[in-house]
């Protein structure tokens, strides 16, 4: 009887044993981001941080779960509030540097370090919008409006392209390149044809007025619902 009791409680000890190293084991799924949540910026408390240049790559502590988040790499300290601004999900995203794949991960900027979690610290607030107003047309034979770039995205697909206009929204250091959206007053918000995408390494600002130039693509995507009908890619600053 002695033997069997001694049996079942180191079967039980096992199976305890096995489950904790499971949950040990299973990855950290990132909490969701409402469209509210993504505006004012990811925020939490700093339990790890890895550094792989050009990334730090973060685990934080938000108010919904455990996060991984990727920002340009950056020194703030294990246990300080932060905020990573822009936050864009990428799923099944795997570092070469640091030979590992994350599940979900948001790849962002990191806001103004906090104070360390203890101390209370204001919730972010949303970006301010841009006002765009209307942008004189960039010069030149590839010059186009963002109304008329998609308009004849058809025929320019593959081709480059002169925009001018506003930066409306940007986010820098993010798988190597920089993401904007630009602005020029032409186009339709119900259509959405007034707004374009762009990828540059080039620096910008939001609220910025620039000329870019690039290759137009279409019907890009680029996973966790980042797709779009017009891009254009890898543009330069063009200074006129």
Same mark, same amino acid.
């Given at each position: 009887?002695?033997?069997?009791?001694?049996?079942? &409680?180191?079967?039980?000890? +096992?199976?305890?044993?096995? @489950?904790?190293?499971?949950?040990? $084991?299973?990855?950290?799924? #990132?909490?969701?981001?409402?469209? /509210?949540?993504?505006?004012?910026?990811? +925020?939490?408390?700093?339990?790890?941080?890895?550094?792989?240049?050009?990334?730090?790559? &973060?685990?934080?502590?938000?108010?919904?779960?455990?996060?991984?988040?990727?920002?340009?790499?950056?020194?703030?300290?294990?246990?300080?509030?932060?905020?990573?601004?822009?936050?864009?999900?990428? /799923?099944?995203?795997? @570092?070469?540097?640091?030979?590992?794949?994350? #599940?979900?991960?948001?790849?962002? /900027?990191?806001? !103004?370090?906090?104070?360390?979690?203890?101390?209370?610290?204001?919730?972010? !607030?949303? $970006?301010?919008?841009?006002?765009? =107003?209307?942008?004189?047309?960039? +010069?030149?034979?590839?010059?186009?409006?963002?109304?008329?770039?998609?308009? !004849?995205?058809?025929? &320019?697909?593959?081709?480059?392209?002169?925009?001018? =206009?506003?930066?409306?929204?940007?986010? =820098?250091?993010?798988?190597?390149?920089?993401?904007?959206?630009?602005? $020029? =007053?032409?186009? %339709?918000?119900? @259509?959405?044809?007034? %707004?374009?995408?762009?990828?540059?390494?080039?620096?910008?600002?939001?609220? !910025?007025?620039?000329? &870019?130039?690039?290759?137009?693509? +279409? %019907?890009? $995507?680029?996973? @966790?619902?980042?797709?779009?009908?017009?891009?254009?890619?890898?543009?330069?600053?063009?200074?006129?």
């Amino acid at each position: 009887m002695r033997t069997m009791i001694s049996l079942v &409680l180191l079967a039980a000890s +096992t199976i305890a044993c096995n @489950s904790n190293k499971a949950s040990a $084991d299973a990855p950290v799924v #990132a909490a969701p981001i409402t469209a /509210t949540t993504a505006n004012a910026g990811l +925020t939490g408390k700093l339990l790890e941080r890895i550094d792989a240049t050009p990334y730090s790559y &973060l685990r934080i502590q938000a108010p919904a779960g455990e996060v991984w988040a990727a920002v340009p790499e950056s020194k703030v300290e294990k246990g300080t509030e932060v905020t990573v601004a822009n936050p864009m999900l990428m /799923t099944d995203f795997e @570092s070469k540097t640091l030979k590992r794949k994350f #599940a979900q991960i948001y790849f962002g /900027t990191l806001g !103004q370090a906090g104070a360390p979690a203890a101390t209370a610290s204001p919730a972010p !607030q949303p $970006d301010a919008p841009v006002e765009v =107003g209307k942008v004189e047309k960039a +010069t030149g034979a590839d010059a186009r409006t963002v109304a008329e770039a998609h308009a !004849q995205k058809a025929a &320019l697909k593959g081709k480059t392209v002169s925009i001018r =206009g506003k930066v409306v929204k940007y986010n =820098g250091g993010i798988l190597g390149k920089n993401w904007l959206h630009l602005q $020029d =007053g032409s186009g %339709d918000a119900k @259509s959405g044809n007034n %707004d374009i995408a762009i990828t540059t390494k080039d620096e910008v600002a939001k609220g !910025q007025t620039v000329t &870019l130039q690039g290759v137009l693509a +279409t %019907d890009k $995507d680029f996973g @966790s619902g980042y797709s779009y009908a017009v891009i254009v890619e890898d543009a330069k600053v063009i200074k006129k």
